[in-house]
């Protein structure tokens, strides 16, 4: 049969021609957009590659060869200007280098079309030639991915303890962060940086905490299970309080308290519980030890630690209701979701008040009961400091307060709670605060425990607008100083700074700047013209430039570019706007959010994982919020014909009801059109910290991208890209720190003098939550709840896993 060469040559004419509409659609649109962007003042990048990109699809199109040598030029372009503007970071390579290769590629494989008689027989060495190249710009843009910052390791601190209130765990794990001390420190040694590659798992238990709905559900239990005596004790994400064998993962008993759904506020969650053993009780007493548990509709829960049975002698059939005295509360708008404090027979709470909804919205008032009778001991209301227990008749607590929603730590012997405190209600705007709101929001509030007053305070932002409230538990140490130590505790914050503390009064250990920042947006009067800085050591890194705008591609790149240089940002603290976006770095995730610190006191590390996104916001003017059907408050829906809002999320919108503005959020500034985040890799880490100087000893990106991807697609990438990370460490005598918290879905085994990773599991849901270490019979184990969490986008789950060394 003869060969049909006009069809063969219209086929190869066909495929140049494709080719060249690629090339010109794509070049099409980065001159568009290069030139808006170069009106803007940014990079000419854009334009001058699209302008490229266009005449060299137009001469493919007319299958002219010199299509191919204008893309090359554009090529070499695109790589010359991303080494000048980044070097060799891999991370901001990607948009110079991978998609202009894979145009690159369809672009040779026209030659043998467009010049068959030249090219046609060199069509498998251009196929080798591409697939070569490939490989090449793959691995060095791999090879240049997240390279570590590793330093030295400090000498060993001496291994005593000068303050009781710093005892160790033991071989137990007693409270949510290790002890009241928050060291989410171990002193077994059973696993080694030698021996952890050995581990596996011992049991699994099923908490039958899911919702009925996997795929519209607002779970995440970030539960730290306790270990205390011969028994494991937990809660699941609505309230279900379990406790089970530590060895086998057998359950001992359960409770449920029958928490109503329509409480869930933003995420059904329950950090931890607290234990708590009555002084003088007799043998066989019921309820000598108790757990004590804070529940998503506001009540305090009291079992016996031995049987589950509801404790008779606290509150009401084993029960007290915390929103006495707060007036109206809907459902949702008041929930507690981390344990309380047991400081000297005194259970400390504060409680969650739903993010974003109105002005006067519940009190964020901080109450102490007695651990036996659950009685009121004293209430701390800032706006009403002498009113000691109840509100008067026929008044309620102030409303709109500062709240603690996160966990307080504790120290016995001085008698004080330290109280990590939020922001007034309607974080975004601060026109109606009163001064003590001022004063005491995003504060560390020590409080005596005896009476419920301040013994002081430090505040860690003035006149808060960023959502910066206080999310992680402050640490107490015994920090080194000359030949002795001092009574002290170290505090990190979501805009990164970590600062050390006299825990007796609040003075900064390390000097506190206050240096500049803006006064603009739409409260100018009310930013402060400074904020503090801490001098030991800050997880924040520099200001964002245009330049660390990211995408997979030049397109996508060329729109966050073009958003950063449209928002509003003057760097750290760049006021809200509501005429355009303003940019909020580090966004409201952290730096450290409620994972916390986990320190080795013994080395003198401090292992902090961190977060370092931005969020893309802007406040909108009520009248714009109601034209635009943003979601009623909490409880309001119905009433104003609306829908609910949720209370916070990437891309969420808050009415902030009782202010002039509603408030849109979008967490992590990700692109509606993929999904992927504008800024460039990588967005998570884990560090350690000389803890006597505030040096960094190690840093590396924390979390691979296995379960990230554009339009949410898994890409199962083992590359460590520095995940999102919700959840903190723990840390064990022998050199070795677990966490899981990253968004790929493993817990890690990590050598805390190198940051190396010695062993890794995959997680069957998303691994948001603290893990804990004890010890069973002479077997050391580590657990942790893999319940996943909405917001962090991981599989929800109910499975605590156990690991120990086989044998």
């Not at 990438?717 to 790929?744: C, E, H, K, Q, Y």
Request: charged share 15%; net charge neutral.
């Amino acid at each position: 049969m003869p060969v049909d060469w006009t069809s063969r040559a219209r086929a190869r004419s066909l495929f140049a021609t494709i080719v060249g509409a690629i090339i010109a659609l794509v070049g099409l649109v980065l001159a568009i957009g290069g030139a808006w962007l170069a009106v803007l003042g940014g990079s000419l990048y854009y334009l001058i590659a699209g302008v490229l990109l266009g005449l060299a699809g137009f001469l493919l199109i007319r299958q002219r060869v010199l299509g191919v040598w204008v893309y090359l030029a554009a090529y070499g372009l695109s790589i010359i200007w991303g080494l000048a503007e980044a070097g060799l970071d891999g991370w901001a390579l990607i948009p110079f280098i991978v998609g202009p290769t894979v145009l690159l590629i369809l672009v040779l494989l026209t030659l043998p079309v467009l010049q068959p008689e030249r090219w046609q027989w060199r069509l498998p060495i251009m196929a080798s030639v591409a697939a070569v190249l490939v490989l090449a710009v793959g691995g060095v843009v791999i090879s240049r991915l997240n390279l570590p910052d590793v330093g030295t390791m400090p000498a060993r601190l001496a291994s005593t303890v000068a303050d009781p209130s710093l005892l160790r765990p033991g071989t137990d794990w007693p409270a949510y962060g290790g002890s009241y001390a928050a060291q989410r420190y171990s002193p077994l040694g059973q696993i080694t940086r030698a021996n952890v590659g050995k581990l596996q798992r011992a049991w699994v238990f099923h908490t039958g905490d899911l919702p009925e709905d996997m795929a519209d559900n607002k779970y995440g239990a970030e539960t730290t299970p306790l270990k205390v005596g011969n028994t494991l004790y937990l809660c699941s994400a609505t309230n279900i309080l379990i406790a089970l064998d530590p060895a086998t993962g057998q359950q001992r008993w359960r409770y449920d308290p029958k928490v109503d759904h329509a409480w869930i506020p933003y995420t059904a969650a329950c950090r931890g519980v607290a234990y708590y053993a009555v002084p003088q009780a007799t043998e066989g007493q019921a309820c000598a030890t108790r757990i004590i548990e804070g529940t998503l509709d506001g009540r305090l829960i009291a079992v016996d630690a031995q049987t589950g049975r509801p404790c008779a002698d606290f509150g009401e059939n084993g029960a007290v209701d915390i929103k006495r005295g707060m007036g109206k509360v809907v459902p949702g708008m008041v929930s507690i979701t981390s344990p309380p404090t047991i400081v000297q027979g005194v259970i400390v709470t504060g409680h969650q008040v739903l993010d974003g909804q109105k002005r006067d919205a519940p009190s964020g008032v901080i109450q102490g009961y007695d651990a036996v009778t659950g009685e009121k001991r004293w209430a701390w209301d800032m706006l009403n400091p002498d009113w000691a227990g109840d509100p008067p008749s026929g008044q309620e607590y102030a409303r709109g307060t500062p709240n603690m929603w996160t966990i307080a730590s504790g120290d016995e012997s001085l008698g004080l709670v330290y109280l990590p405190m939020g922001n007034s209600a309607v974080d975004y705007w601060s026109g109606s605060r009163s001064p003590q709101e001022d004063d005491f929001s995003s504060s560390l509030v020590a409080l005596d425990v005896t009476t419920g007053k301040p013994r002081w305070r430090f505040q860690t932002v003035h006149r808060d607008v960023w959502d910066y409230d206080l999310g992680a538990q402050a640490t107490l140490v015994d920090f080194p100083n000359g030949s002795g130590t001092v009574p002290a505790l170290i505090l990190p914050s979501k805009q990164g700074e970590i600062y050390v503390l006299d825990r007796r009064t609040g003075q900064p250990i390390f000097p506190v700047q206050e240096r500049a920042v803006p006064r603009t947006g739409v409260e100018p009067q009310r930013r402060s013209p400074t904020q503090p800085y801490s001098t030991y050591h800050t997880l924040a890194f520099p200001d964002l430039k245009e330049s660390d705008m990211w995408g997979m591609s030049p397109i996508d790149q060329m729109v966050c570019r073009i958003q950063y240089r449209q928002a509003e940002y003057r760097g750290r603290y760049t006021p809200p706007t509501a005429d355009k976006h303003f940019v909020e770095y580090p966004g409201y995730n952290g730096g450290t959010d409620w994972g916390g610190l986990a320190i080795d006191p013994v080395r003198g590390v401090i292992l902090a994982n961190y977060n370092n996104m931005p969020n893309y916001n802007r406040l909108v003017p009520r009248a714009e919020a109601d034209r635009r059907g943003f979601p009623a408050p909490r409880g309001d829906e119905k009433a104003r014909g609306g829908s609910m809002s949720e209370g916070g999320g990437h891309g969420s919108q808050d009415p902030q009801a009782g202010s002039p503005y509603a408030i849109s959020v979008n967490a992590g500034w990700r692109l509606s059109l993929t999904g992927l985040l504008c800024k460039r890799p990588p967005y998570g880490g884990i560090r350690a910290i000389d803890m006597r100087t505030g040096q960094t000893i190690w840093d590396r990106p924390f979390g691979t991208a296995r379960r990230n991807g554009p339009w949410g697609i898994p890409s199962m990438l083992p590359i460590n890209i520095g995940t999102p990370n919700n959840g903190g460490a723990v840390v064990t005598a022998g050199g070795v720190a677990f966490i899981a918290a990253a968004t790929d879905n493993l817990i890690r085994a990590i050598d805390i003098e190198t940051g190396k990773t010695l062993w890794q599991d995959t997680l069957p849901a998303g691994g948001q939550a603290t893990p804990s270490v004890y010890e069973v019979n002479g077997k050391q184990y580590l657990v942790i709840m893999a319940g996943g969490h909405h917001f962090m986008e991981t599989p929800i789950g109910d499975e605590v896993i156990a690991y120990a060394l086989p044998g």
